[in-house]
T-cell receptor, first 112, second 115 residues
Framework: GNSVTQMEGPVTLSEEAFLTINCTYTATGYPSLFWYVQYPGEGLQLLLK?????DKGSNKGFEATYRKETTSFHLEKGSVQVSDSAVYFCALSDRVDYKLSFGAGTTVTVRA | DAGITQSPRHKVTETGTPVTLRCHQTENHRYMYWYRQDPGHGLRLIHY???????DKGEVSDGYSVSRSKTEDFLLTLESATSSQTSVYFC??????????????FGPGTRLLVL
């Protein structure tokens, strides 16, 4: 079956530091890959996505590249801000009923 | 904003009582989903629907049932609530992008405490 493994947190950074959150997956077929973000006290928001190998998703300074050869979709941001403090979830979607399989989530705290 | 609302937003109930959570959408999406969020597990799929009266089980469906009698509403029922069902419940819809992929968008969540 499908599964997602992401870097365990919590991760604590200083403002303007570089952020990487590792995500690897196991899937049958050719899934689409997503990063969702959950800010404190809120629901999940789509951050970025990629639907095929070598696609790069990007949004709000975050980037992730769909790497089929390493089955990975690592999230990166070059210079984080306090407002990036949140829980980040990596997920994959099958192409039949579009069901999502999630990683456990990584809590990121950015200090001023 | 995918036009998703959930009710109630917070609920406290006692073990053994039935509980129904409602998800309502305004944009006629075909697919709807129920997930639960627990620390260390991310979100896990409970049930989903691919049309009116068409539903299927997800990863953690035991103790839950669903109904979809009209496109806009997807109900999740805990038949006899247990403390292990204390969780945050999220509804989602699937929206078609350009191309074959559909992307899920989530409601605000319902926080359920079973005493």
């Amino acid at each position: 079956g499908n599964s997602v493994t992401q870097m365990e947190g919590p991760v604590t950074l200083s403002e303007e530091a570089f952020l990487t959150i590792n995500c690897t997956y196991t899937a049958t077929g050719y899934p689409s890959l997503f990063w969702y973000v959950q800010y404190p006290g809120e629901g999940l928001q789509l951050l970025l996505k990629a639907t095929k190998a070598d696609d790069k998703g990007s949004n709000k300074g975050f980037e992730a590249t769909y790497r089929k050869e390493t089955t990975s979709f690592h999230l990166e941001k070059g210079s984080v801000q306090v407002s990036d403090s949140a829980v980040y979830f990596c997920a994959l979607s099958d192409r039949v009923d579009y069901k999502l399989s999630f990683g456990a989530g990584t809590t990121v705290t950015v200090r001023a | 904003d995918a036009g998703i609302t959930q009710s109630p937003r917070h609920k406290v109930t006692e073990t053994g009582t039935p509980v129904t959570l409602r998800c309502h959408q305004t944009e006629n999406h075909r697919y709807m989903y129920w997930y639960r969020q627990d620390p260390g597990h991310g979100l896990r799929l409970i049930h989903y629907s691919y049309g009116v009266k068409d539903t299927d089980k997800g990863e953690v469906s035991d103790g839950y049932s669903v109904s979809r009698s009209k496109t806009e509403d997807f109900l999740l029922t805990l038949e006899s609530a247990t403390s292990s069902q204390t969780s945050v419940y999220f509804c989602a819809i699937s929206e078609k992008d350009r191309g074959p992929q559909e992307t899920q968008y989530f409601g605000p969540g319902t926080r359920l405490l079973v005493l």
